[in-house]
Nanobody, 125 residues
Framework: QVQLVESGGGLVQAGGSLRLSCAGS????????MAWFRQAPGKEREFVAA????????THADSVKGRFTISRDNAKNTVYLQMNSLKPEDTAVYFC??????????????????WGQGTQVTVSS
């Protein structure tokens, strides 16, 4: 079991940046593949980025490649999402997710067993 708490969301101007953090509990944080998903009003939850246990393997959705970067610091039990060049269409609740069974960086919602409560990101034009 791992408990996840997201933070760092807020209101930013288009073109601005935010860094989201996801703090995980427990002593085995490094054993989990981690991911970020987001859900905009009236939309399905969608994949944003995922990272392997060591942090050496990452996958980013095409919509955020070149703008967002997922990373992790296992010593701090934290995964990050650095978001640059934000667009209004990035507005959503961003969720952190974890799973201990994955051998690759999964992009499907049902591949992740543990979820945080989400943090709101709003990008104004």
């Amino acid at each position: 079991q791992v408990q996840l708490v997201e933070s760092g969301g807020g209101l930013v101007q288009a073109g601005g940046s935010l860094r989201l953090s996801c703090a995980g509990s427990g002593r085995t944080f490094s054993s989990y593949y981690m991911a970020w998903f987001r859900q905009a009003p009236g939309k399905e939850r969608e994949f944003v980025a995922a990272i392997s246990r060591s942090g050496n393997g990452t996958t980013h959705a095409d919509s955020v490649k070149g703008r967002f970067t997922i990373s992790r610091d296992n010593a701090k039990n934290t995964v990050y999402l650095q978001m640059n060049s934000l667009k209004p269409e990035d507005t959503a609740v961003y969720f952190c997710a974890a799973d201990g069974r994955l051998g690759i960086v999964g992009i499907r919602i049902d591949e992740y067993a543990y979820w945080g409560q989400g943090t709101q990101v709003t990008v104004s034009s």
